[in-house]
DNA sequence: TCAATAATTGTAAATAATTTACAATTGCAA
DNA sequence: TTGCAATTGTAAATTATTTACAATTATTGA
């Protein structure tokens, strides 16, 4: 069975996943994260919405809100915004892996 | 590691799409069906908004979202729009006893 | 303590997206 | 061709989000 067909087994959430486009209210609750708060991080460029023109509303992927939740946990920890993205940055890519891994069995 | 923990394991996941709701704009995008189609089908009782209020913006959370693509390939298939909720119905039984295996293992 | 910087928060005005309600259209089977 | 199921169109009102400018709070080094 293609992994595009819907079946009550796993496969079809990856597939799910990789289609999860939110707005920025549902991110916010989804995360706990304020809107506000979510707009500084991109500001920032520790975040980037999907959205390409100016003005239209944002629009975040899984990967984005994963990125939220973690640097949320290391801010809670103690450390700045920048080195929370920066290690984020890493553990994102032991995810990405980890998720290509179970994609493509 | 508790449920709730963040990880890079698929436990989280599960804790990912209990959260997860979305507007109806983003279900159209993921789902491939118009958001007009989407308010039809939910003024014929077939799927229900997870939002109380009236003149609110809809809310839908995982469990809409598949059972909007499985009454979508069931019409495609020529089922009508009621025969396609009902056999839906248990299928969604199945996917749910599959789901809450593996999130209490 | 004080100043500087990081991080966050507040909000008004404009715009985007959604809601409801009423209506029209399309497809199909008796 | 009549009747019903299913879908689609759209205007006006409302909700949610955006940008921009500004203020506030927290932390850290001099």
């Known amino acids: 069975m293609s992994k595009s067909e819907t079946s009550n087994d796993l496969s079809f959430d990856f597939d799910f996943l990789d289609k999860l486009v939110v707005g920025i209210g549902e991110v916010s609750q989804i995360t ?3 809107p506000r708060q979510i707009r500084y991080w991109e500001e920032k460029g520790i975040i980037k919405s999907l959205t390409e023109e100016e003005g239209k509303n944002r629009r975040y992927n899984y990967e ?11 801010l809670d920890e103690g450390y700045t915004l920048d080195a929370s993205a920066e290690k984020v940055k890493k553990r994102m890519e032991m995810i990405e892996e980890t998720l290509n891994k179970l994609k493509n069995k």
């Open 32 to 34: 706990g994260i304020p």
């Open 64 to 74: 984005n809100i994963k990125r939220m939740l973690l640097i949320k946990e290391l």
